[in-house]
């Protein structure tokens, strides 16, 4: 239900937000009320510092739209939804209604932090074993079978978190919140080289379904670098939400076509992919709920960090990790020792989630004690300043710890993770001091690769988050109605109860890596937040090696060698793999300002924009 004394905020309200889509361009306006033609934003701002509200996503098109909806006095849900919404259009390989994602919101009116689970959800007849070829009884191929599939399609929750949150908080309706993403959808925007690198990359699975081929691949290539790209089937789906609201998407056409489409993808004759196909039913469609879940909290130096609780283990890690390093002086090491702390409380911190953590509706998550100062105590006690841990490290035991240095861990337990490099994340805050962190995915770049036909977005394939082979005592098996772990870590951090940092990235399971490491260098290392977003990252998630960027190899690897880490690089130089996370985040600061900041060179950069700029 939306609060009444949220409406009256506006000074105009419904009408203000109605002008939205008009003022986004300087646009000549057609009979029907549409942009015939306008200004596109492309112009990219890393960093913005001023006053009355800020949004950064890593699009400027998304960003915008989000501003101006502050301006016309929205506030940060109404703000957070349209930026999600325009994201579907121009970040359509990381991002839309065919996925879901964790919103965690700060309330200036209570002071309250509230999460919204938007979790891609498993069929309810999903079997165990759904992730094994029939043919051979061995599991499939993560690549190709499992990434491009019907099999992996999970219930998208996206849309439903959108209306929760807007319920919720929000002042706007959902049709005013599609509008700017209905105007950027069709009137097209600028091909930038990052999207045109990410449709290269995905050519011989987008070339696999004649949806995606006519969609994504118009001549037969990427759409080139500077034209304009649009998708007017996804403005009229937009268009039908905005009449509609979830009924044709969760009950009706959309949800019929959907299930159709994981059972029957719309194979080209060309393709010689094998795409296995899903078990979705309508009726899982109608069951979708999202979930209020209550924030992960931990306090590290003073500073509240709330975060995602499980289905992610975004909140329970990260929370984990920094207990441990609470127990060090971090801020008098040198900078390898403070390095070496973070990698191995990390990879602690992985051993426990690997072994704990998972949809708290079919398993006894213990989070109370993962995010236990006690427990972080013990587990503290296994980092050596002089070596580097042998990994991977066995998982704590929740069952018996009490502090002290003594106690004998668990067995090991350490499953593979698969690294996506999709998703996005935003951060919006409002002149109220209201804050909304909020990642949002598809899960791998381009998801299942499956444009749903004349819809215009794609289908997730998040259920590869769930472990392919059934284990009764993996917290992560595959179990219908089940919503496969996540990595995802939105998180607001208060200062003396008021907001201080709100920031959140991209990247599976291192978008923990990437928010522990930006909170470490911005508490522990002094670095500026926009020295936090730029600073070369590494991740150790409970593996031999530790996975990082070139940039972290180099400026960082000659002083962590001597301690015995060793080093991955993330991805082939030149290539989007190569990048760890595209985070943002906004930094409050005294008397009201805000310094938003936003990927400087990560993902081609990103947007950062305040409704007043400093002077
Ligand atoms: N599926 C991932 C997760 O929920 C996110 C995907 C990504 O960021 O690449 O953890």
Redesign the pocket.
Known sequence: MTHLSRRTRLAAPGAALGLTAALLVTATTSAHGQQADGQRHTEKVPTSIGYGGAVTSVDPEASAAGLQVLKEGGNAVDAAIATAATLGVTEPF?TGIGG?G?FVYYDAATGQVHTIDG?ETAPESMPHDAFIDPSTGKPYNFTPELVTSGVSVGVPGSLATWQSALDQWGTTSLAQALKPAIAVARRGFVVDPTFHQQTEENKVRFDAFTSTRKLYLPNGDAPKVGSIFHNPDLANTYQLLAQRGLQPFYNGDIGAEIVRTVHNPPKTSTTTLPIPTGFMERSDLAAYHTIDRAPTHVNYRGYDVYGMAPA???GSTVGEALNILGQFDMSSMSTAQQLHHYLEASALAFADRGKYVGDPAYVDVPLSDLLSPTFAAERACQIDPTKALSKPVAAGDVTSYDGQCDTPSAATTSSGDH?????SNLTVADKWGDVVEY?L?I???GGSGIVLPHRGFLLNN?L??FDAVYDPADPNNIQGGKR?????SPTIVLNNGKPWLALG???????ITTVLQMLVDRIDRGMTIEQAIADPRGSQRNTTSVTAEQSFIDTYGPLLAPLGHTFSPAGAPGTTAAEIGAATAIEFGPQGLITAVSEPVRRGGGSALVVTPAP
């Open positions: 990381s879901g964790f979790r992610s283990s975004g690294e996506g490099l999709s998703t990642t995915t899960e791998q770049t998040e590869t988050d496969p772990r996540s990595s995802i990235s991209p990247g599976g399971s291192t978008i």
